[in-house]
């Protein structure tokens, strides 16, 4: 088997697609040399040969020691030089490179095959001491520090220490001699610390390198990140070991970085920095200020030092081309590593460039003007989920943040305003115009009302799918959830963060995107919708074949989804209606009635008010198909339950506390999510749904009148297992249909259907379907009725599951594609059998995530329904899914 790759003078054995092998470095390493770009030769070690070193006690294969010495022969007989030769040296580099690009993992070694008799040699030849010296004390630092673990710090003290007894400020004012005696220093540092000297061999320092780097695969910091970035450990690193070119001979040397295309903008101009007379990473660690590439960026940024368009026009003019020519073939943006030694060009990394998401649509919109990709590609080039940040109000990056505490980032976009700590509060601010920010140690659903009154929402406890963050992130506000480092003293009425003591009234900015809080009023960048973001929803409009709705509560929720281009209502929750203002008083009335009589009574107390809820919502979707699901949740959530609340309540109702209180414990349930909700509250209690059922054929009727539009209501009956229980229900709504229109003189058409939410309901698809006109599916319940896994509970145990590897992903964020996902399919199949044109959708949370969204595709559904800031990820993930 073969375990290295060669590459340079114009060949290569590996190619930019084998990345799985070379490593993204060594691929494109591999690929530039063979497009005949001037490539330093080297070679590149696969990436087995990590699995090879882990399986085997940490040792290298022989055959793999015997091939790279055969490629180090090609690459001596490439530059001329050899390797250890004390004449004419050739020094290395050794270079780490995983699959997908992973900083954490090990530093790159420069000049390796440096020592005592080499480093005269390289100074002779080059005629330029001083190089051959910086480039040792280089060599040992990184080396001493990668390879044999003796921290850059102790290197960094020794350096600063002779630059201050030498009285030098910087690196390059040493001399030749001043060099060779930190040399000096660093090799004694090393024997001190270690007991050994530092290796004169070169072959032991190659070797050495090269374990280091396999080993660096499995250092803390690689292993986190591959943790955050779901990189599997089975990948492995590739090694590149590559002859050196220098960037420190000098004022004709250099070494830069560049992109293509601007990665902040996506503006189509070479962008990056160099430096004269440096080498490695000197550009990035920041010890001297670099320089612009262009002269168009210099005088932007002001600055008077000469660009290299101005310093080194000729090797300029090659990297521009060769710019060019690395973005046509690889048809993307482009992130490069290039030195320059005395006048002569060299590439040294190519990948595709990271990138805001603005830049990201600008690219991809540009590369289709330009015809360098098709439209369906410049879709696939946009990850959905990071619309996310273009959506909502952002910080400007410019800005200096005074962070006074952190939470998790559980609702994307920043939002600045007064401290308030009550739902009332928030309410009372948005009346008089004042933006506030709703603090509170954790939400429940009686703060709904002040949720939505303020800019952003800020709790000290809870997790990402905690109430607050789920109601923030369907109402599209920033949220900050869980921020466990401040404090919310409600006693006084106080905020207490790092230092800082802020009170009500006082004026903070939360980054629901990063989980920071601040203190005061910082800058930020509206949301952009035109150009290029409309140009990009546009083709993936035209590409996908699912439509897209939302789910929407509220006038403020549905217009909101219109603006970003939702084609109806896929979920309308009609008791979050029943929160607001004066009603919660008439609904606690409902509930606590005696008898029907009672229930009634309150009933068409509400009636005016739902009504006037879906005209509203009729009227906004203009004909757009509109689902609105009777009433869900179980009733003791509507209830008072502290003695304060209760006498309050009773007060109202001319009660006694005592018997009220007598009848809220009455409607108290072990298990409420499993209880008396759903249609089982129709069935006890049809006088509810007739309620409701007439309240949105009458809008409809009016809507219908107003607009002009057909408007075709469609009636959702939730949590439905049984075939009897839908054939009951909806004889209701049928009754009640027939007398509003009777009534009103006007027919319209309307469907009845309902939520497949219980594995019952999905197994017996074929029977329900009889009955039913659509299907949408409830994700949200039918996760938690498949696992038996209560979902607001789920947060204490599943973090623990994913930490410890017993499942992959929180089935509540992205569907289970093969149990919850199986059911689906049962349901969508069986469904359509009974009734082949039956409308299928999907309306819990899973309707915003792309993967779930591709999921959906597959199975046939024919729409998503998600909040309204999740419509335009569901388009570009439905058009993606269509490709
Ligand atoms: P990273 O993975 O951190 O990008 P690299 O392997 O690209 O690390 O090495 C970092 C820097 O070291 C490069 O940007 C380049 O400046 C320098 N370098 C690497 N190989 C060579 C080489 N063969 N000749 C000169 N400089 C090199
Ligand atoms: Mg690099
Ligand atoms: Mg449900």
Request: proline letters at 7%; hydrophobic letters at 30%; one cysteine or more.
């Given at each position: 088997r073969k375990w290295v790759y060669t590459f340079g003078d114009g060949k290569?054995?590996?190619?930019?697609?084998d990345r799985e092998h070379l490593g993204g470095k060594g691929a494109n390493l591999a690929e530039m040399a063979s497009l005949g770009l001037p490539v330093p030769p080297g070679l590149t070690i696969i990436t087995d040969v990590c699995t090879y070193y882990y399986e085997n006690g940490r040792t290298l294969p022989e055959a793999m020691k015997k091939e790279v010495l055969a490629g180090l022969k090609g690459m001596e007989e490439i530059t001329g030089r050899g390797f250890g030769d004390t004449t004419n040296p050739l020094l290395l580099s050794v270079r780490s490179g995983a699959r997908t690009s992973m900083p954490g993992m090990m530093d790159t070694v420069l000049n390796l095959g440096l020592n005592d008799e080499t480093v005269e040699a390289l100074g002779h030849n080059a005629g330029d001491a001083r190089f051959a010296w910086d480039s040792y004390r280089r060599f040992i630092q990184m080396y001493g520090d990668v390879v044999m673990g003796l921290g850059h710090e102790s290197f960094e003290e020794i350096l600063e220490d002779e630059k201050a007894r030498l009285g030098?400020?910087?690196?390059?004012?040493?001399?030749a001699v001043e060099w060779q005696h930190v040399v000096g220093l660093y090799k004694a540092l090393i024997e001190e610390e270690l007991?050994?000297?530092?290796?004169?061999d070169p072959l032991v320092q190659l070797w050495g390198a090269i374990g280091a780097v396999f080993a660096s695969w499995m250092n803390p910091r690689a292993i986190t990140y591959r943790h955050l970035h779901a990189i599997p450990a089975e990948w492995g690193t590739a090694v590149t070991v590559q002859a050196m070119v220098f960037g420190n001979l000098g004022s004709t040397s250099a070494t830069g970085v560049a992109f293509t295309r601007n990665p902040s903008t996506g503006e189509k101009a070479l962008y990056g920095e160099f430096l004269v007379n440096a080498q490695g990473e000197d550009v990035v660690a920041g010890i001297r200020t670099p320089q612009s590439i262009t002269e168009a960026a210099r005088i932007e940024s002001g600055s008077d030092r000469p660009s290299l368009e101005k310093v080194m026009p000729e090797a300029f003019a090659e990297f521009r081309s060769i710019c060019d020519k690395l973005e046509s073939h690889y048809r993307d943006m482009q992130d490069l590593e290039f030195t320059i030694e005395r006048g002569k060009l060299w590439m040294l990394q190519a990948r595709s460039g990271k990138r805001t998401t603005k830049a990201a649509m600008k690219i991809a919109v540009d590369m289709a003007a330009e015809g360098l990709i098709g439209e369906e590609e410049a879709v696939m080039?946009?990850?959905?989920?990071?619309l996310d940040q273009l959506l909502h109000p952002t910080i400007d990056p410019r800005v200096e943040r005074d962070v006074i505490g952190s939470g998790l980032p559980a609702s994307p976009g920043a939002a600045t305003g007064a401290i308030v700590f009550t739902a009332e509060e928030a309410v009372a601010a948005e009346e008089e115009g004042r933006k506030v920010i709703l603090v509170r140690v954790e939400t429940s659903p009686e703060d709904i009302h002040g949720m939505h009154a303020a800019e952003g929402i800020l709790t000290t406890r809870g997790g990402m799918t905690s109430h607050a963050a789920v109601v923030a992130r369907g109402m599209g506000i920033p949220c900050v959830a869980g921020a466990g480092s401040l404090r919310v003293d409600l006693r006084n009425e106080v905020l207490i963060g790092a230092g800082v003591t802020l009170g009500k009234g006082d004026i903070i900015t939360i980054d629901g995107s990063t989980g920071q809080v601040l203190r005061g009023r910082v800058a930020m960048l509206q949301p952009e919708l035109s150009g290029d973001f409309a140009q990009l929803m546009d083709w993936a409009d035209r590409t996908r074949r699912m439509t897209v709705r939302t789910n929407a509560d509220t006038p403020t929720d549905a217009r909101a989804a219109r603006s970003f281009?939702?084609?109806?209502?896929?979920?309308?929750?009609?008791?979050?209606?029943?929160?607001?203002g004066m009603r919660i008083q008439v609904m606690r009335e409902m509930i606590l009635a005696a008898d029907e009589e009672g229930r009634r009574r309150a009933l068409a107390k509400l009636l005016p008010m739902q009504r006037s809820d879906f005209t509203e919502l009729f009227e906004i979707m203009h004909g757009l198909p509109v689902t609105i699901r009777l009433l869900d949740p179980p009733l003791h959530e509507f209830l008072p339950k502290t003695d304060e609340e209760i006498a309050e309540v009773a007060d109202a109702m001319g009660l006694e506390p005592q018997l009220l209180r007598q009848r809220v414990d009455a409607l108290h349930e072990f298990n409420p999510m499993l209880g008396h909700r759903g249609c089982r509250l129709a069935i006890s209690y049809p006088e509810i749904a007739e309620m409701q059922a007439r309240a949105i054929f009458e809008a409809a009727i009016e809507a219908a009148r107003e607009t002009g539009a057909a408007v075709v209501p469609e009636i959702m009956v939730p949590l439905v297992g049984l075939k009897s229980e839908l054939d009951y229900v909806k004889a209701a709504i049928d009754r009640v249909a027939q007398e509003v229109m009777t009534e009103a003189g006007l027919q319209i058409s309307y469907l009845v259907g309902t939520m497949i939410e219980l594995p019952r309901a999905a197994l017996r698809a074929h029977v329900i379907a009889e009955a039913a006109e659509f299907f949408s599916f409830g994700t949200n319940d039918l996760t938690q009725t498949t696992f038996g896994i209560s979902r607001d509970d789920a947060s204490s145990f599943i973090t623990t599951y994913q930490r410890k590897g017993i499942i992959e992903h929180d089935p509540f964020i992205s569907l289970d594609f093969d149990g919850v996902g199986e059911l689906i399919r049962i349901a969508a199949e069986r469904g359509r059998q009974t009734r082949p044109d039956m409308k299928l959708g999907i309306c819990g949370e899973h309707g915003g995530d792309p993967a779930s969204i591709h999921f959906c595709e597959g199975a046939g559904l024919d729409y998503v329904s998600c909040s309204p800031f999740r419509v335009p990820i569901a388009r570009l993930s439905a058009a993606q899914a269509a490709i």
């Open positions: 290569a054995e590996g190619r930019a697609g030098h400020d910087l690196d390059t004012d040493l001399s007991g050994e000297p530092f290796p004169q080039r946009i990850e959905p989920s990071s281009g939702a084609e109806g209502i896929g979920l309308c929750r009609t008791e979050h209606m029943f929160f607001e």
